[in-house]
């Protein structure tokens, strides 16, 4: 893991915005509501949600956040570093492609809000809910709208792993919103989680 988090710009890497300047509007405490769904056809059960959003160790971002499935509090961190770039954002998709849900997911993935800035993001993952008791890694892109977009995998039942996608819109200033989407294989990625939050007095 110290690898991973250790990547900065490498030979061959546009220089562009790093996470720290990416997510500098994001910064802050907020409130405001998750919305959680396991399959494309059913409805979001929403709840009340928290995030603390800080600059640690000098050049990483950490996101904490905390919501409530069926009245249990729940709560994760994500921890946000500068990477190579990975490509994945291109074409990386709604994640919602398959609903036609366009208003539960702003990035279309099929043009330039899907198009890497040249800078890329890293990730590790843990969530009491989603993950498990391991951490997940993540590495992906910075768009050039400025969304931080990243994946990563896990094993399945049987089979190849499946893929679980972190798309995190900083905003500007006045909120920001998470997304999470499963990736099947053989299957459009659809949107499993959106939080959205706006700033806490």
Excluded: C
């Excluded at 059913?42 to 904490?64: L, N, R």
């Excluded at 843990?126 to 094993?155: C, K, Q």
């Amino acid at each position: 893991m110290g690898r991973l988090l250790a990547w900065r710009v490498h030979p061959g890497q546009t220089a562009g915005m790093t996470i720290i300047e990416t997510m500098a509007p994001f910064v802050g405490s907020w409130q405001g509501h998750n919305r959680l769904r396991f399959m494309p056809t059913d409805e979001y059960q929403e709840s009340a949600a928290t995030a603390s959003v800080k600059v640690t160790a000098g050049e990483f971002v950490t996101i904490e956040y905390a919501w409530e499935h069926e009245g249990k509090p729940q709560n994760g961190l994500l921890l946000l570093g500068s990477g190579p770039v990975s490509g994945s954002a291109a074409g990386a998709g709604s994640g919602d492609s398959e609903t036609g849900d366009s208003e539960t997911d702003g990035e279309t993935g099929d043009g330039e809000t899907g198009v890497a800035s040249g800078t890329g993001a890293v990730g590790v993952w843990v969530d009491s809910f989603h993950s498990g008791p391991e951490w997940m890694n993540f590495a992906g892109d910075i768009g050039v709208d400025g969304v931080v977009r990243l994946t990563g995998w896990y094993a399945a039942p049987s089979g190849p792993d499946w893929g679980w996608q972190i798309h995190v819109e900083p905003g500007d200033g006045n909120g920001g919103r998470i997304t999470m989407h499963n990736m099947v294989p053989g299957h459009e990625p659809y949107q499993v989680v959106e939080a959205v939050y706006r700033r806490h007095a």
